[in-house]
């Protein structure tokens, strides 16, 4: 989608916001908006894909108004009820609904640092021969979806040049929106930043995006 | 009201909106439903506070530092590399090494959220995160380097890379001068965070720390 989140080249935010000696959370609430998004994510209703899908989904002066977490928890709470953890009205009341099951949690706390070392690594079966091979010259799609997509738009309908084959991987653009994993070859495309942003970028300066093989055209 | 505006059926307005108060409100939610163990909680934090963090990378990089052939294997294949050490998992399930060089420098950004290589490097700085790194870095990352310190000459070939899919970067730094003599230990108090995401250069030595 063409939100605000593909924020690759825009102007306007500002200087970096170096903070030396940054603790890993600045406040606890945060810490718990991150475990608790990697707990109920054991329950398997949606995939790493659909969580950046519904962060970005968030009302643009919303995502642009809140901190990291706090997108990660609003998100979240989408989720929760999209996928039926818990409905409206549970969360306008702040307690289960009194006919509401309890439930058994997936993730105990015994299993948290086996399922972490696990991870979910996307590499699957090539399901065809890659159509591209490292140093073919190819031109991204002028593509505008409403669901999620990995294409930034800054390097949409731009000349690259294939520089790494990765293998099959999960196709994320899919996967988010409920479509299945639908294996596609993945490749890391370089842009040369003078396509990319004109005369005003070094002549030596490059961008490398992965991108998977339905974003790309052949020359 | 357009057909394009939903901000209202989001079911996160339900809440309170000071996070502090929404994420309490939620937590104890999907606690008392069972949805969540408060102990797996505690678990995560722990992990990300005190277990995985920069000092992983920081021995991959001090290894490559002292052994040629290890360096080799790293920037081949990163992930069977840095497994090697026993760092893998969640957000470092498919790892790629790319390494400064005199002529090269390589920086690591995510445009669209924050991808990040967790495995090695732990849980993104907030600058990592900002509108700010992500909007400017790929257009202009010789100004976002100098706001770090770092000045690069213009013969240097500068390379971001957008980490777009799940593979996650991490950069090699240069092997500062005068660090001949140290150990793999010693090595890696050189390496820093912020050299691994590609916006500053390893210490030097007796600089470490300061």
Known sequence: ?219 | MTGDNHSHDHPHSLLPSDPELRVKTLESLLVEKGLVDPAALETYIQVYSEEVGPMNGARVVARAWSDPEYRQRLLADGTAAIGELGYSGRQGEHLKVVENTPEVHNVVVCTLCSCYPWAVLGLPPAWYKSSAYRARVVREPRAVLREFGLELSDDIEVRVWDSTSEMRYLVLPERPEGSDGLTEEGLAQLVTRDSMIGVSRAVEPGRAGQ
């Open chain 1, 1 to 219: 989608m063409n939100g605000v989140h593909d924020m690759g080249g825009m102007h306007g935010f500002g200087p970096i916001p170096i903070e030396e000696n940054e603790p890993v959370f600045h406040e606890d609430w945060e810490a718990r908006a991150l475990a608790m998004t990697l707990a109920l994510a054991g329950w398997r209703r949606w995939n790493l894909d659909r969580s950046r899908y519904a962060r970005e989904a968030l009302p643009p002066e919303s995502y642009l108004s809140m901190s990291y977490y706090e997108r990660w928890i609003a998100a979240l709470v989408d989720l929760t009820v999209e996928n039926g953890l818990l409905s409206r009205e549970e969360l306008r009341q702040g307690r289960p609904s009194p006919d509401a099951e309890p439930s058994k949690p997936p993730v105990t706390a015994d299993r948290v640092r086996e399922i972490l070392a696990r991870g979910g690594p996307t590499a699957r079966e090539a399901p065809s021969t890659p159509r591209f091979s490292v140093g073919d010259s190819v031109r991204t799609r002028n593509i505008h979806p409403a669901g999620h997509t990995r294409l930034p738009r800054y390097a949409r309908d731009k000349w690259g040049e294939v520089v790494l084959y990765h293998g099959a991987h999960v196709f994320a653009d899919a996967h988010a929106m409920g479509e299945g994993e639908q294996p596609q070859h993945l490749y890391t495309v370089r842009f040369s930043a003078r396509d990319l942003w004109g005369d005003q970028a070094s002549p030596r300066d490059s961008v490398h995006i992965d991108l998977w093989e339905p974003h790309l055209n052949a020359r």
